[in-house]
């Protein structure tokens, strides 16, 4: 069964420091991968997509994520994080196919402190 | 671009009454809208998916009398919770795919439901 796992509930990082959110996947066949952040009051905004090609990943906001097929892993990651970081964050895989709704992990909740 | 929002963004109803939720995609015609329900500090469950102009296909477990969705057109999808009980307070979202892209989807800020 298809499942994604993001192992740590909430992180709390320095302001300035940097980040990496780990999010694991299950899947049969090669997987879409997305990583999602949910602000308060506001919808989810995609931060960055995998399909294929290289493995390193830029997205918005400076946030980056390394796709490693061998661990089954799509962290997410951040050189410097700044206060306005601070959300619930969630991983997403999709079927290749047309009209595939996403299978969610369960978010990670990031603080950021001064 | 890609603008998707969602009506109302809470409301509080009676036990008993029924809710209706709109999702609209603003600025593109939506061939397929995902409906979600998030509890708190959890994840997206997906609840239904909907293309336009024909029946909601619901996922295991989610009582398609309860929850009727509607996709009357390429731009608004509903969502009606029938009867609510307060078990069914929760935050619901929903997203929408262009058509275009590999699987792209487009979140609405969803919308907060409290059955009292």
């Known amino acids: 069964a298809q499942s994604v796992t993001q192992p740590d509930i909430h992180i709390t990082v320095s302001e300035g420091a940097s980040l990496e959110l780990r999010c694991n996947y299950s899947y049969g066949a090669t997987p879409y991968l997305f990583w999602y952040v949910q602000s308060p009051g506001q919808g989810l905004q995609l931060l960055l997509k995998?399909?294929?090609?290289?493995?390193l990943v830029q997205g918005i906001k400076g946030f980056e994520a390394e796709f490693k097929r061998s661990q089954s892993s799509v962290n997410l990651r951040k050189p410097s994080v700044h206060w306005s970081d601070a959300a619930e964050y969630f991983c997403a895989v999709g079927a290749g196919q047309a009209g595939t709704a996403l299978i969610f992990g369960k978010g990670t909740t990031l603080s950021v402190s001064s | 671009g890609a603008v998707v929002s969602q009506h109302p963004s809470w409301v509080i109803c009676k036990s008993g009454t029924s809710v209706k939720i709109e999702c609209r995609s603003l600025?593109?015609?939506?061939?397929?809208m995902f409906w979600y329900r998030q509890f708190p500090k959890q994840s997206l469950m997906l609840m239904a998916t909907?293309?336009?102009?024909?029946?909601?296909?619901?996922e295991q477990g989610v009582e398609k009398d309860k929850f009727l969705i509607n996709h009357a057109s390429l731009t608004l999808s509903t969502l009606t919770v029938t009867s609510a009980h307060p078990e069914d307070s929760s935050f619901y979202i929903c997203?929408?795919?262009?058509?275009?892209?590999?699987?792209?989807?487009?979140f609405g800020p969803g919308t907060r439901l409290t059955v009292l």
């Open positions: 995998y399909f294929s090609g290289d493995t």
């Open positions: 997203s929408a795919r262009t058509g275009q892209g590999l699987n792209e989807q487009f």
């Open positions: 600025d593109f015609q939506a061939t397929t």
């Open positions: 909907s293309n336009e102009g024909s029946k909601a296909t619901y």
